[in-house]
């Protein structure tokens, strides 16, 4: 394994390939060492890692991805299904392109879904995973379905307003806390571009819809150590906790009163984890 050596930041539109499952990819780059790729939640973008991409990157070469269909990144082609396999395979061949080896992968929601699945791969030192959904009940499904059809429906109708709604912590927990503990600790650019973007994002229906039917297989084959850090505060708490015993290597750390999404509401404490944890893998 090679470490990248110190650089500057820089942001890179990865090519389409023709003939294969993956569009153009949007990435953000900066740091150096060992590479660490940070995926975010379903309607999101790399921006909501933002709060702690400059303290990974004193030790790590940080890549933060806009998931197909997300941020500036486009869908994958219409014939396939953004299944978090589908997702991660376009993340990989991203990957590739940006010159990437072997790499450490972080992710909340359904970030923390495509971690898994990447996670199989023989390239992947370690996966990091917060509040991944997949185990759900037939009915839990149909609730997180349902729910997440009306976070965009909420986010569509919020989106003319998101300039002074994110000027204010008032504006911000207006729409951000159903899945953040202290919403108006997001920074106010942050917010609106999360906000706009949550109701923009063309591949959020099909993600949701696919998301339903979606299951995980195979976690039998994820050697690499996998770390959960869950907020007490999150819905889906008790779906995270069926993973543990299904993953060889797997290892929980709860995060008391935190949500969901809990990279903004405590960004020293959730950097502090993931440190302490990829230090021990690599040790």
């Known amino acids: 394994m090679t470490a990248r050596p110190a650089s500057t930041p820089s942001e890179t539109r990865t090519k389409a390939l023709a003939g294969r499952k993956s569009p153009a990819v949007y990435a953000r780059r900066v740091g150096s060492g060992d590479t660490l790729v940070l995926l975010h939640g379903l309607g999101e973008s790399h921006v909501g890692w933002r709060p702690v991409i400059d303290m990974l990157?004193?030790?790590?070469?940080?890549?933060?991805?806009?998931?197909?269909?997300?941020?500036?990144?486009?869908?994958l082609p219409?014939?396939?299904?953004?299944?978090?396999?589908?997702?991660?395979?376009a993340v990989e061949v991203a990957l590739d392109e940006l010159g990437v080896g072997e790499f450490h992968v972080a992710g909340y929601s359904l970030g923390a879904r495509i971690a898994l699945e990447l996670g199989r791969s023989s390239r992947a030192m370690s996966v990091i995973?917060?509040?991944?959904?997949?185990?759900?009940?037939?009915?839990?499904?149909?609730?997180?379905?349902?729910?997440?059809?009306?976070?965009?429906?909420?986010?569509?109708?919020?989106?003319?307003?998101?300039?002074?709604?994110?000027?204010?912590?008032?504006?911000?927990?207006?729409?951000?806390?159903?899945?953040?503990?202290?919403?108006?600790?997001?920074?106010?650019?942050?917010?609106?571009?999360?906000?706009?973007?949550?109701?923009?994002?063309?591949?959020?229906?099909?993600?949701?819809?696919?998301?339903?039917?979606d299951l995980p297989t195979h976690l039998h084959t994820v050697t690499q150590p996998v770390l959960f850090l869950q907020g007490t505060n999150d819905p889906i708490t008790g779906q995270v906790l069926r993973y543990l015993p299904l993953l060889p290597h797997a290892e929980l750390r709860l995060l008391p009163g935190l949500n969901h999404v809990p990279i903004s509401d405590a960004p020293d404490v959730i950097v502090g984890h993931m440190r302490e944890f990829l230090q021990k893998v690599t040790a």
Do not use: C, K
């Open 57 to 75: 990157a004193e030790n790590y070469d940080v890549i933060a991805i806009d998931l197909p269909g997300f941020g500036r990144s486009p869908s």
């Open 78 to 89: 219409a014939h396939v299904p953004p299944t978090a396999g589908n997702l991660a395979q």
């Open 129 to 213: 995973a917060m509040g991944p959904d997949g185990l759900g009940t037939p009915l839990e499904r149909i609730q997180g379905y349902l729910g997440l059809a009306t976070g965009r429906g909420v986010a569509i109708a919020l989106a003319p307003a998101a300039a002074p709604l994110s000027m204010t912590p008032v504006g911000r927990m207006v729409f951000f806390a159903g899945n953040r503990s202290f919403p108006w600790q997001l920074p106010a650019a942050d917010a609106r571009q999360l906000l706009t973007g949550f109701a923009a994002a063309p591949g959020y229906d099909a993600a949701n819809w696919v998301g339903m039917f």
